[in-house]
């Protein structure tokens, strides 16, 4: 009689954690979707606020730093708080208040208050990349993680394509503070729902077997560095040379019509590299990949930059395939490299990072366009993204140290 109440309860363990393992990826994909779009709204609310508070260009850019620097340099400072006050709290908690920044800049009325409600928001999404991507890395520790962090990856860009849109159209109808305060709306919402969806932390054998094999010397301290300078410079060429397209199409004759096709081209080719490059690294590796990836985009800018329009145009969506797939092979390779139990702070540093590369970038390479052109800095940008190679050799050393 044991043996089939055994048999039935290790069936009834494998379809829970199943069960378990599918709503931590909708609720992982929910909180990204929801927090790059709240992040990525600032862009269409920004020429409002411009008009409606009348600020000069330096002072918009002020506004969007302070949500995107607050996101940036607190998750490290999450991913610690998530050890103390637990995981799910900190993600429900953080989305929650995203959303009270947004009914919070809905009733700004000039903009120190605007700026602290941005602030806010911007401690609040600092919670979901190291504590979503966490959750993701530990339910599918048993294998799949690579593709299910490609799919959370991909859901990021659906909350940047639908939430931008969505106020886009309201803005036509109502006003931006009732457009500001639906999104605020939505960030609670999506709070209480993750609440519900989060599975309960538990421990099953195959989760303690895979935290005393990680114990025993998986970590890779120096491969982490190597895979957050790979980010990091894939995350510096890809915004560089998202600011100088617009200006590489208008020197070939693009107008502003042209230039908005290229970039929803562009876009939509990056969304399904994500989700497609997740896969394909979980088939022939993370080194593999990378090369494959770095060595196509910096070949097609260099297209893009010799083809005339029609030519440029038609290589935009393969070009956002490969500027934007690596990040889903190298977001995926963290839970390899990070020692026990340091998941969300591997996860903060190298989305620190990226955030911090990409930041920078248009700045530093802005400045050699004012120098030497935007010919030169295009090319720049091709030339430093083949630093991404030695680096993921690096990375792909740190992989297969002895175990």
Not at 60 to 66: F, H, I, K, T
Request: charged content about 10%.
């Amino acid at each position: 009689m044991s043996q089939p109440n055994s048999a039935a309860l290790a069936l009834t363990s494998t379809a829970g954690d199943a069960a378990s393992r599918r709503r931590a990826l909708l609720a992982a994909c929910s909180a990204h979707a929801i927090h790059d779009g709240l992040t990525d709204l600032i862009y269409v609310l920004l020429p409002v606020w411009q008009a409606q508070f009348a600020i000069s260009y330096a002072l918009v850019g002020l506004l969007r730093g302070a949500y995107s620097g607050s996101m940036a340099g607190f998750q490290l400072l999450a991913s610690r708080a998530a050890r103390r006050w637990g995981r799910t709290r900190l993600l429900v908690g953080g989305t929650a208040l995203a959303g009270m920044a947004y009914l919070l800049a809905g009733q700004a009325g000039g903009l120190a208050m605007l700026l602290a409600a941005l602030l806010l928001g911007g401690l609040g999404a600092s919670t979901q990349h190291p504590l979503a991507s966490t959750m993701v890395a530990d339910h599918f520790e048993a294998g799949g993680g690579k593709q299910a962090l490609a799919q959370y990856n991909f859901a990021g860009d659906i909350g940047k394509t639908l939430i931008p849109a969505l106020v886009g159209l309201l803005l036509t109808a109502v006003s931006w503070r009732v457009s500001v305060r639906l999104m605020g709306l939505v960030g609670l919402g999506a709070a209480g729902f993750l609440w519900w969806l989060i599975p309960a932390r538990r421990e099953t054998a195959a989760h303690t077997a895979g935290a005393i094999k990680t114990e025993a010397g998986r970590g890779s301290s120096a491969g982490l560095h190597a895979l957050l300078a790979t980010g990091v410079v894939d995350s510096a060429v890809r915004m560089g040379f998202l600011t100088f397209l617009p200006f590489l199409l208008k020197s070939k004759g693009a107008g502003t019509a042209g230039i908005g096709l290229a970039l929803s081209l562009l876009f939509i080719g990056g969304a399904f590299g994500k989700l497609f490059c997740g896969y394909l690294g979980a088939r022939i590796g993370m080194m593999r990949t990378v090369w494959l990836t770095e060595s196509a985009t910096s070949l097609l800018i260099a297209a893009e930059w010799a083809l005339p329009l029609t030519g440029a145009m038609a290589i935009l969506p393969l070009m956002g395939l490969a500027l934007n797939g690596t990040s889903s092979v190298l977001y995926g390779t963290v839970p390899e490299l990070a020692g026990a139990g340091k998941r969300e702070q591997a996860f903060a540093l190298f989305y620190t990072g990226t955030i911090g590369g990409g930041a920078l970038s248009p700045v530093l390479f802005g400045r050699l366009g004012d120098v030497a052109g935007v010919t030169s800095a295009v090319m720049a940008l091709a030339l430093v993204l083949l630093l991404t190679l030695p680096l993921s050799w690096r990375v792909q050393k740190g992989l297969t140290l002895p175990r």
